[in-house]
């Protein structure tokens, strides 16, 4: 099958696009610019892998459109939708600057739906597809001061719901995974102090935080020809928001 993957140079992305070419999965990653895409692609080929690449700027999606009809003229079946925008300052809902609200709703919650937008009519004409939202298990327990990005994610949560409901019957299929603590590239400044991986993970139930491997194969099912999972969303948590109650009560 043929995958986009979107944010193709996150820790996540790659993990994911490892697996998918690991089982003969044709793959096409995103980058936000040019310059982006190319250095994705150079890491991909270091690796030794062999993905295809499209720009797409989720706060101007509209300038990737002859590149994504040209992918879709070849055929699409699954789509991973796993690009983020940084995350904007961390301020309490109401301290948030309006300009920072809106660039965060723009790029992450409306330019991800101008994605899908587009890829569902190929999708229902083919009456194949698969669609795999990346979420965060922020979006059940919350996450101080990450307002815009709680709810953009929640927004996106409730749409694949509703599209696992509206295109089932195409054998278009949509369903969620939502991420824990993982040990990224971005989540680096948190996970980089002991103090707060030793807290943390006393907390969580695994005992560990996530790393990008434990993701690619997660998707697996869902991504199946096979699938009998629509409108789904499944915790890639290490057992959070569930706790180990000894972590919280240590010293």
């Given at each position: ?14 993990s ?11 793959v ?36 990737s ?36 609200l ?8 409306m ?24 979420s ?6 919350g ?61 969580i ?47």
């Amino acid at each position: 099958m043929r995958v986009l993957i979107t944010g193709g140079s996150s820790d996540i992305g790659r993990s994911i696009a490892r697996r998918r070419l690991a089982l003969g999965d044709e793959v096409v990653v995103t980058a936000s610019s040019e310059q982006s895409l190319e250095e994705t692609l150079a890491r991909y080929r270091a690796e030794g892998l062999e993905v295809r690449g499209v720009v797409l700027d989720l706060a101007a999606p509209a300038a990737s459109e002859p590149a994504l009809a040209r992918l879709l003229e070849q055929g699409l079946q699954g789509l991973v939708l796993n690009a983020w925008t940084r995350r904007p300052p961390l301020y309490r809902f109401h301290e948030l600057p309006q300009e920072a609200l809106e660039a965060d709703v723009t790029a992450n919650l409306m330019g991800n739906l101008w994605l899908l937008r587009r890829v569902l009519p190929s999708m229902v004409e083919a009456r194949w597809g698969r669609i795999v939202f990346i979420s965060s298990i922020s979006t059940v327990n919350g996450a101080g001061r990450y307002g815009a990005y709680v709810l953009c994610k929640s927004a996106l949560e409730g749409l694949m719901r509703n599209l696992a409901v509206d295109y089932g019957a195409f054998n278009v299929l949509s369903n969620t995974v939502r991420l824990g603590i993982f040990k990224t590239e971005r989540t680096k400044k948190y996970w980089s102090r002991q103090r707060y991986v030793e807290r943390m993970s006393a907390v969580i139930p695994q005992g560990e935080f996530g790393s990008p491997e434990h993701v690619g194969e997660v998707l697996d099912p869902l991504l199946s020809a096979h699938a009998y999972t629509n409108g789904a969303v499944l915790d890639v948590t290490g057992g959070l928001p569930m706790f180990r109650m000894e972590g919280v009560l240590r010293p």
